[in-house]
């Protein structure tokens, strides 16, 4: 398995990656006509890549994509992956044959990408998908992995014909202004990677959701595998289907909703025909599996260096209400200590709704803001809905101005979690 993703100065990448930003419509219209004509003009490389399973969700994406590498990379595989967002580097978000896309590699795509689009608007997420489908197509690799940006009918990831199998992960409430105000809305727009003919796994669904999904893919003749299930035993868990039926241990990734993650990564691996991942591999790929920020317990480094003795440092990626729920659940698996949630969220996310399934567990909140691709809310609103929920709350400024603050408190449990790039922001200021 690859390292974690580590702080590092800037790059030409970077640069690179900053001319394509400022590429970006002046409005954007989620479509597939851009990224089509860009693609056209770099000669397809999406139709040159190996097998390729597709997964699209609300919560559990990058974790069913990090199960599958694990395992297939378990069993000697080559594999490729493209996810998003990133935490601390983009080059987290291409994977060659298992290891972050080199700096050169990346400059070289990205201006092959620049030369092609010939100065048009295209979003930088349309233009950075392109750079990865033609780094992957000129990788040797077994397998593709491809995880959805936004959404997944008008995604820019959309563009194959006939992948080998897709994985709808749980679907929840967010991005609503781009996919609908509803759960059926939002699944039938997760629902666009099906394809007809095609294997598609669905995860364990709200009833709305699963109804949805469940009528695009009959609509549309996609081929539903409904037959696996998981179930939680004393050593780990049992994953079972009429292929297979495995007594497996605990994934390393921290969370009850990681079984179905790894359980939908399993079931995907029974449509990869000529892909044979023996049971060891599978066993193996759960002891190793890593996706950094997810539930992740910190043990050492600059941010736990200032906590006073005694204290527990997590950071977890949650960003909205299902993921609020998976935190709160993990966190009453725990044993009972005074806990302090470090947050800070973007504009577009629904804080109460986020912060209620933590309210009788969290003793504290420090409301934080941060700078990212989009504008995070003001730390203010953030105390204002902790008020609402009745969690005592401040407003403790930057991240690391916030830590100053908390290494005067007694020791307690701190969770840093409501952005992923608040998460990628922590990792990277622990790792200095």
Same mark, same amino acid.
């Given at each position: 398995?690859?390292?974690?993703? =580590?702080? $590092?100065?800037?790059?030409?990448?970077?640069?690179?990656?900053?001319?394509? #930003?400022?590429?970006?419509?002046?409005?954007?219209?989620?479509?597939?006509?851009?990224?089509?004509?860009?693609?056209?003009?770099?000669?397809?490389?999406?139709?040159?890549?190996?097998?390729?399973?597709?997964?699209?969700?609300?919560?559990?994406?990058?974790?069913?994509?990090?199960?599958?590498?694990? %395992?297939?990379?378990?069993?000697?595989?080559?594999?490729?992956?493209?996810?998003?967002?990133?935490?601390?580097? %983009?080059?987290?978000?291409?994977?060659?044959?298992?290891?972050?896309?080199?700096?050169?590699?990346?400059?070289?795509?990205?201006?092959?990408?620049?030369?092609?689009?010939?100065?048009?608007?295209?979003?930088?997420?349309?233009?950075? =998908?392109?750079?990865?489908?033609?780094?992957?197509?000129?990788?040797? !690799?077994?397998?593709?992995?491809?995880?959805?940006?936004?959404?997944?009918?008008?995604?820019? =990831?959309?563009?194959?014909?006939?992948?080998?199998?897709?994985?709808?992960?749980?679907?929840?409430?967010?991005?609503?202004?781009?996919?609908?105000?509803?759960?059926?809305?939002?699944?039938?727009?997760?629902?666009?990677?099906? #394809?007809?003919?095609?294997? +598609?796994?669905?995860?364990?669904?709200?009833?709305?959701?699963?109804?949805?999904?469940?009528?695009? !893919?009959?609509?549309?003749?996609?081929?539903?595998?409904?037959?696996?299930?998981?179930?939680?035993?004393?050593?780990?868990?049992? %994953?079972?289907?009429?292929?297979?039926?495995?007594?497996?241990?605990?994934?390393?990734? $921290?969370?009850?909703?990681?079984?179905?993650?790894?359980?939908?990564?399993? !079931?995907?691996?029974?449509?990869?025909?000529?892909?044979?991942?023996?049971?060891?591999?599978?066993?193996?790929?759960?002891?190793?599996?890593?996706?950094?920020?997810?539930?992740?317990?910190?043990?050492?480094?600059?941010?736990?260096?200032?906590?006073?003795?005694?204290?527990?440092?997590?950071?977890?990626?949650?960003?909205?209400?299902?993921?609020?729920?998976?935190?709160?659940?993990?966190?009453?698996?725990?044993?009972?200590?005074?806990?302090?949630?470090?947050?800070?969220?973007?504009?577009? #996310?629904?804080?109460?709704?986020?912060?209620?399934?933590?309210?009788?567990?969290?003793?504290?909140?420090?409301?934080?803001? %941060?700078?990212?691709?989009?504008?995070?809310?003001?730390?203010?609103?953030?105390?204002?809905?902790? $008020?609402?929920?009745?969690?005592?709350?401040?407003?403790?400024?930057?991240?690391?101005? !916030?830590?100053?603050?908390?290494?005067?408190?007694?020791?307690?449990?701190?969770?840093?979690?409501?952005?992923?790039?608040?998460?990628?922001?922590?990792?990277?200021?622990? +790792?200095?």
């Amino acid at each position: 398995m690859a390292n974690r993703p =580590t702080s $590092a100065p800037p790059t030409d990448a970077e640069a690179a990656l900053r001319r394509l #930003k400022g590429l970006h419509p002046s409005t954007i219209d989620l479509g597939l006509d851009r990224v089509h004509r860009l693609l056209s003009a770099l000669g397809d490389p999406h139709r040159r890549l190996p097998r390729a399973i597709h997964v699209a969700g609300t919560n559990g994406k990058g974790s069913t994509v990090a199960f599958l590498r694990a %395992f297939l990379e378990a069993a000697g595989y080559r594999v490729n992956a493209y996810t998003s967002p990133h935490l601390i580097r %983009f080059n987290e978000r291409i994977r060659l044959a298992g290891q972050p896309i080199d700096d050169r590699v990346l400059v070289e795509s990205i201006g092959r990408v620049e030369a092609a689009n010939e100065g048009q608007p295209i979003t930088f997420f349309e233009a950075t =998908t392109a750079a990865a489908f033609l780094a992957m197509a000129e990788s040797a !690799a077994d397998v593709t992995l491809l995880e959805t940006g936004l959404g997944g009918r008008l995604d820019a =990831t959309n563009v194959l014909d006939r992948p080998a199998v897709t994985i709808i992960t749980p679907v929840g409430m967010d991005h609503m202004a781009w996919l609908g105000d509803s759960l059926a809305l939002i699944a039938a727009e997760k629902a666009g990677i099906l #394809k007809p003919g095609v294997p +598609a796994i669905i995860a364990p669904q709200p009833a709305e959701a699963e109804k949805a999904l469940l009528e695009k !893919a009959a609509a549309i003749g996609a081929s539903i595998d409904r037959d696996w299930r998981v179930e939680a035993t004393i050593e780990g868990f049992r %994953f079972l289907s009429s292929a297979r039926s495995l007594d497996l241990p605990p994934p390393a990734l $921290a969370g009850d909703h990681q079984l179905n993650n790894a359980g939908a990564a399993l !079931a995907a691996l029974a449509h990869l025909f000529d892909i044979e991942v023996p049971d060891e591999a599978i066993r193996t790929g759960l002891r190793q599996v890593e996706w950094p920020g997810r539930l992740e317990r910190i043990g050492s480094g600059a941010l736990f260096d200032r906590l006073p003795a005694g204290s527990e440092l997590w950071f977890d990626a949650a960003h909205n209400p299902e993921g609020g729920l998976q935190l709160g659940r993990f966190l009453r698996t725990l044993p009972r200590r005074p806990t302090v949630l470090v947050t800070g969220m973007y504009y577009d #996310k629904r804080v109460e709704g986020f912060l209620a399934p933590l309210a009788s567990l969290v003793d504290r909140m420090v409301a934080v803001e %941060f700078e990212g691709e989009q504008p995070c809310l003001p730390a203010s609103r953030l105390v204002e809905a902790g $008020a609402t929920l009745g969690i005592p709350a401040v407003d403790g400024g930057a991240l690391e101005r !916030a830590f100053e603050d908390l290494s005067d408190s007694a020791p307690a449990r701190i969770i840093v979690s409501g952005s992923i790039a608040l998460v990628g922001r922590a990792l990277a200021a622990n +790792a200095r």
